[in-house]
């Protein structure tokens, strides 16, 4: 949370080494390395890509059900290129899987993979039917009002904001999503200032993003 990401795949490390058969301190060590890999240079960020990736893969052996190891496991197989690991075709495995333990996050997998091939229409399809396979997890609807955010259908964009913040009222994911997806559209810039003000005083868990994050969204706005 602090940003400390060397430290903290050194933590990691020694809480694997203490208990190889953890699949959650692996995907924590995984988390880690990634991070390292995303703030590393060139030079480095393969090293700790593919470290990132041989932890969430043994992640999800060690335990088939595991469903976060299996989502960052799918994020990395689709952003990250094949000389590293990665790979449309073993994300569309993994998201077959993903669907067989939670339908709402197989739907949003494979909007993601439905998106990355220009199928708008069917990647819609996927996060409105996510939406109703777990109509309280606000993720869900805070994936859909980004993604119709993205294509220009603002309005019905801020409906869907407004549908997440009525379920989880002064949720900080909402806030911080809300936030950046108006940086990155380019407008209501001053309400999303309010919002990563906000959101920078909220509790947050290593589940949130950090709060340099934020900061630097708010740098991104002018602030």
């Given at each position: 949370?602090?940003?400390?990401?060397?430290?903290?795949?050194?933590?990691?490390?020694?809480?694997?080494?203490?208990?190889?058969?953890?699949?959650?301190?692996?995907?924590?060590?995984?988390?880690?390395?990634?991070?390292?890999?995303?703030?590393?240079?060139?030079?480095?960020?393969?090293?700790?890509?593919?470290?990132?990736?041989?932890?969430?893969?043994?992640?999800?052996?060690?335990?088939?059900?595991?469903?976060?190891?299996?989502?960052?496991?799918?994020?990395?197989?689709?952003?990250?290129?094949?000389?590293?690991?990665?790979?449309?075709?073993?994300?569309?495995?993994?998201?077959?899987?993903?669907?067989?333990?939670?339908?709402?996050?197989?739907?949003?997998?494979?909007?993601?993979?439905?998106?990355?091939?220009?199928?708008?229409?069917?990647?819609?399809?996927?996060?409105?039917?996510?939406?109703?396979?777990?109509?309280?997890?606000?993720?869900?609807?805070?994936?859909?009002?980004?993604?119709?955010?993205?294509?220009?259908?603002?309005?019905?964009?801020?409906?869907?904001?407004?549908?997440?913040?009525?379920?989880?009222?002064?949720?900080?994911?909402?806030?911080f999503e809300r936030a950046a997806t108006y940086i990155e559209t380019k407008r209501n810039i001053d309400e999303a200032k309010v919002l990563l003000k906000k959101y920078l005083q909220s509790?947050?868990?290593?589940?949130?993003?950090?709060?340099?994050?934020?900061?630097?969204?708010?740098?991104?706005?002018?602030?």
């Open positions: 949370m602090l940003g400390e990401f060397k430290k903290a795949s050194e933590v990691f490390e020694k809480a694997v080494n203490l208990n190889p058969s953890s699949s959650e301190s692996r995907l924590w060590l995984g988390r880690a390395y990634g991070r390292r890999a995303e703030t590393s240079s060139p030079f480095f960020a393969p090293r700790y890509a593919s470290k990132a990736r041989q932890q969430f893969e043994a992640a999800v052996q060690l335990d088939p059900h595991n469903i976060l190891a299996m989502n960052d496991l799918f994020e990395y197989y689709m952003e990250a290129p094949g000389f590293l690991g990665g790979g449309k075709d073993k994300a569309q495995a993994l998201a077959q899987r993903i669907a067989r333990l939670d339908p709402a996050e197989g739907h949003y997998a494979q909007a993601r993979l439905d998106e990355d091939r220009k199928q708008y229409g069917a990647a819609e399809e996927q996060l409105r039917r996510a939406v109703e396979a777990a109509p309280s997890q606000v993720g869900r609807v805070l994936d859909l009002a980004r993604f119709l955010a993205k294509h220009g259908r603002h309005q019905e964009s801020e409906a869907a904001f407004q549908r997440a913040a009525e379920i989880a009222p002064n949720n900080p994911k909402v806030l509790s947050l868990t290593p589940d949130d993003p950090s709060r340099e994050e934020a900061r630097k969204l708010l740098r991104e706005a002018g602030s």
